[in-house]
């Protein structure tokens, strides 16, 4: 049974800084790709991170220079350091991890928010 389970979100000011934290279990195959995801209310959920399994990652525009995905394989956590913080990152965000063999499935997963397991989310409000 897998699972993800965020944590990190909370209120900051504009400028200010937060890491999210999304622990994994129960993932047992070798291929794996995983990214960080974000939808802010009356918004369509939008892609903010991911990272594939051998270290590859990919980011929005919106976030690049800012965002910063990586992964703990010993503790399988994976992270979304975030700086600069804006008003409009305002949104729960939301981890998801699934099968990637290959760079094209990890592309189809990651421009297609096509991945098969889901976490419930954290909120990150920026004023």
């Known amino acids: 049974h897998v699972q993800l389970v965020e944590s990190g979100g909370g209120s900051v000011q504009a400028g200010g800084s937060l890491r999210l934290s999304c622990a994994t279990s129960?993932?047992?195959?070798?291929?794996?790709?995983m990214g960080w995801f974000r939808q802010a209310p009356g918004k369509e959920r939008e892609g903010v991170a991911a990272?594939?399994?051998?270290?590859?990652?990919d980011y929005a525009d919106s976030v690049k220079g800012r965002f910063t995905i990586s992964e703990d394989n010993a503790e399988k956590i994976l992270y979304l350091r975030m700086n600069s913080l804006k008003p409009e990152d305002t949104a729960k965000y939301y981890c998801?991890?699934?099968?990637?063999?290959?760079?094209?499935?990890?592309?189809?997963?990651?421009?297609?928010?096509?991945?098969?397991?889901w976490g419930q989310g954290t909120q990150v409000t920026v004023s």
């Open positions: 998801a991890l699934g099968r990637c063999p290959n760079w094209s499935a990890f592309l189809r997963r990651w421009q297609g928010a096509e991945f098969d397991w």
């Open positions: 129960g993932y047992t195959y070798s291929y794996y790709c």
């Open positions: 990272i594939a399994g051998d270290g590859r990652t």
